[in-house]
């Protein structure tokens, strides 16, 4: 029966006409206003037979959207997306229309065809296939698809997960761009920072008359970066599973993906100070965002921060803050979607660590063991944002057979 699952979530074509409608309705963050591409969401759930739908909305922009399917007592399994997007910026630079799904070459084109438009279509052909299977799995199958994700979620998943008692699941699965070959069962912390210089200012020929806050900045910023691999104490288990992956995974996201997902990275952001160029710098300004891994607290990287910073009269500023995350990498449900993706792709996918935040973090935080299994981006947020239409259909297919799997169903 499982073929006659994969095959129910494996069609291409309504995959792509939900996609396409997903993708007209412009929902770029800024503004973040998802109320449109909601109400696309909600009718196409609507349509799948047995299905619960309704909304759980933060605000009038901020729209969130959940659909229940429920077959006798059992487990619980979440269906997870983002309706945001990034903007489409220059129009003039896409090939394409940009709010739009245009076929080329076996790919699709347009802004959210990979991150996540195409995902959710991928999740809802996934969620009508388990509608039309029931007698493969037994409990409660929960697709929530929110906004806010790329402002960190507050509005969506997060008001999801503290309002909507559906949500509280027992594993959860987010098609948030990826690739199949690669799962993602966790994710690195961050620390977004603003330090804040202030000196005074003198003509730029009588230097000995300032404090110039520019070059103050400028140390500070250079004691930060050091912090780039610091010590700490990592998980064994997490290690030995990154280090086994990376060889497959680097040749999905890049060589270098692995030291970058075991150690701190320092990225400078934002840099601006001063008035004049001959004039002395009274004040300077720089923005940060250090990534922490799994096994280094939030606490522990901003004690550090705050020790390389001591002496230099820099205000320290943290914008944003959230801890590191993961699934165990033997956990039942990492286990079904490496089993979905080898039944589907033929190959068995590896596991790893995620270098980028997703809304993963919120339901890890949630107690939800939860991995991300989505397609391989190509311009993501760029110009031409495009995925291949082959990934779509394995991420449906692996989504939902690991869901069948996950509720009793093998």
Not at 250 to 271: H, I, S, W
Request: glycine letters at 10%; one cysteine or more; hydrophobic letters at 50%.
């Amino acid at each position: 029966m499982s073929d006659a699952l994969l095959a129910t979530a494996g069609d291409a074509a309504r995959l792509l006409a939900d996609a396409d409608e997903l993708m007209r309705a412009d929902s770029s963050n800024p503004p973040g206003d998802c109320a449109a591409v909601a109400a696309v969401a909600e009718r196409i759930a609507r349509a799948v037979p047995g299905a619960r739908v309704f909304r759980a909305d933060f605000d009038a922009a901020n729209v969130n959207v959940v659909a229940v399917l429920e077959n006798r007592s059992g487990p619980a399994v979440l269906l997870n997306g983002h309706l945001d997007t990034y903007g489409i910026g220059d129009a003039t630079a896409w090939s394409v229309p940009p709010l739009a799904a245009t076929v080329r070459r076996d790919m699709l084109y347009g802004r959210g065809s990979a991150d996540m438009k195409g995902g959710i279509a991928a999740m809802l052909a996934a969620f009508r296939a388990v509608a039309a299977h029931r007698d493969l799995w037994r409990g409660r199958v929960v697709l929530a698809l929110a906004s806010d994700e790329e402002s960190m979620g507050v509005r969506g998943t997060q008001h999801l997960l503290e309002t909507v008692p559906e949500c509280r699941a027992d594993a959860c699965l987010i098609a948030d761009a990826g690739s199949p070959r690669v799962a993602r069962f966790g994710e690195k912390g961050m620390l977004w920072v603003r330090l804040h210089a202030k000196g005074r200012a003198a003509h730029g020929a009588h230097v000995h008359l300032g404090d110039n806050a520019a070059a103050r900045l400028i140390e500070a910023i250079r004691r930060v970066q050091s912090l780039a691999g610091m010590p700490f104490v990592p998980d064994s288990a997490i290690v030995a599973a990154v280090r086994a992956a990376a060889p497959a995974s680097e040749a999905e996201a890049g060589r270098g993906e692995t030291e970058t997902l075991l150690n701190v990275t320092v990225n400078l952001g934002r840099l601006a100070g001063g008035r004049l160029r001959n004039l002395v710098a009274d004040q300077a300004s720089a923005e940060l965002d250090i990534r922490i891994p799994f096994g280094l607290s939030t606490v522990a990287a901003e004690a550090a921060l705050r020790m390389v910073l001591a002496g230099l009269r820099v205000d320290v500023e943290i914008l944003v803050r959230w801890e590191p995350s993961a699934t165990s990498p033997d956990a039942k449900l990492v286990r079904a979607v490496l089993d979905a993706g080898e039944a589907v792709l033929g190959t068995r996918p590896v596991a790893t660590m995620r270098v980028g935040a997703s809304d993963a973090r919120l339901t890890r935080a949630a107690g939800i063991p939860t991995v991300v299994y989505g397609p391989a981006p190509i311009n993501m947020g760029a110009p031409d944002e495009h995925v291949a239409i082959a990934d779509l259909v394995a991420v449906a297919r692996v989504h939902a057979l690991a869901a069948v799997r996950i509720l009793g169903g093998g």
